[in-house]
């Protein structure tokens, strides 16, 4: 029986061959490869700048490190990996958690809305399993109450709103390459922006906060993409469309596959939105399908078919975080980790392996 996995991670010939390009040149570390691939990159999305580092972490961490001061608070989304908020304290700031929309699971504004204050500096919404917040009353929110904003589009590799690209909004737009993602290297982060002094010093950040050989000016880390990462994340720009366009075929045959199985509720995109479907991810209702969440699960593996749960817990609820802050309730946020499951969407399957997902699925119920 054929195992169908959530993820496909596999390099074509070009990618690999690039890497053995690099490797063969001895030119490992940030090099000419990273500074094309930001070039490249910054293209594709409409950025003016796009910086690389070592992960999507990173990336996030030098787009909180240019601008927060020990105590500015950033409202988070609580349903997200944990790095979203994780790098605002590495970065000295606070991360203050906010609840979501139920259906697309995206940041609530009116919960962020509420949680304003005077230390309030930023504010970082997530595009969620690819797919794009309301980027015009996320801005206007941001204006309203002069707040800086830092995207996080780990898993919005190509999505799009009101026909741009994510990558061309706000003042940060931070990116993973991380193995699951659309685009894909190993490790690796970017993070575009249009400010050049921000471009700047992010680069210096990312490099031991060095200026000039051995001139440190600021305290940085070491937080630089290597070549051969970078030749990959080349060499998949150029098939990152049929990607993505395999990702929304599949999505739509499982969208439409569950309108005929009650209980089974998608993830609803965004109006305007141009989801990318980095994980496909819907919500069971007990009542309606008659089984719970973790039976279907239970079921489905003995079918062959992988599914995950992103995420069991909401940031709120990680014990780091209620050490640090407390705890505290957030209503939707809880409710979806106990309902949300995640079906294979990748561009590797087939219109017959989406298929047999959805008749899986009908069967398990």
């Known amino acids: 029986m054929k195992i169908i996995q959530l993820a496909d991670t596999a390099l074509t010939d070009d990618e690999i061959n690039a890497a ?3 490797l063969r040149s001895g030119q490992f570390r940030q090099g000419p490869e990273c500074e ?6 910054a293209m594709e999305v409409g950025a003016r700048h796009a910086v690389t580092s070592a992960n999507g972490s990173t990336a996030l961490q030098i787009a909180y490190m240019t601008f927060l001061k020990p105590g500015d608070e950033v409202l988070v989304p609580s349903f997200t990996f944990i790095a979203t908020a994780s790098m605002v304290s590495m970065a000295g700031g606070r991360p203050v958690f906010c609840d979501v929309d139920p259906e ?16 309030t500096r930023a504010i970082s919404p997530v595009h969620l399993f690819g797919n794009p917040c309301d980027a015009d009353e996320v ?13 996080d589009a780990a898993q919005a590799h190509g999505a799009r709103f009101n026909g741009r690209d994510v990558g061309s909004f706000g003042d940060f737009v931070s ?45 940085g880390h070491n937080f630089r993409m290597t070549d051969v990462e970078a030749a990959i994340g080349r060499e998949q720009l150029k098939r990152l469309d049929n990607m993505i366009a395999t990702r929304k075929r599949n999505a739509e045959i499982l969208n439409a596959g569950f309108e005929r199985i009650p209980g089974v509720i998608p993830q609803k995109v965004t109006r305007g939105g141009v989801c990318v479907w980095h994980q ?20 489905l593996k003995d079918k062959g078919i992988a599914t995950g749960v992103h995420y069991p817990r909401g940031l709120h609820q990680q014990p780091i975080f209620e050490d640090m ?3 505290m309730t957030l209503p939707v946020t809880e409710s979806l980790t106990e309902r949300i499951i995640a079906l294979p969407v ?20």
């Not at 094309?36 to 990159?41: A, V």
């Not at 697309?104 to 230390?119: G, N």
């Not at 929110?141 to 002069?146: G, I, N, R, V």
């Open 20 to 22: 053995i390009r690099v």
């Open 36 to 41: 094309m691939f930001e070039i490249e990159f």
């Open 104 to 119: 697309t699971f995206l940041i609530d504004i009116k919960d962020a809305a509420r949680k304003v204050t005077a230390k």
């Open 139 to 151: 801005g206007a929110f941001a204006k309203q109450h002069s707040l800086t904003v830092v995207w």
């Open 175 to 219: 990116y993973s390459f991380y193995p699951t993602k659309n685009l894909f290297v190993g490790e690796g982060g970017m993070t575009c922006c249009g400010d050049p002094e921000r471009d700047n010093l992010m680069r210096h950040l990312r490099n031991h906060g060095q200026t000039g050989k051995y001139i440190h000016t600021l305290l």
């Open 280 to 299: 496909y991810c819907a919500l069971v209702d007990k009542e309606k399908l008659g089984i719970d969440r973790d039976t279907l699960m239970a079921r």
């Open 325 to 327: 802050y407390g705890k």
């Open 346 to 365: 990748h561009h590797g399957l087939s219109v017959k392996d989406v298929e047999r997902i959805v008749s899986a699925v009908r069967e398990s119920v």
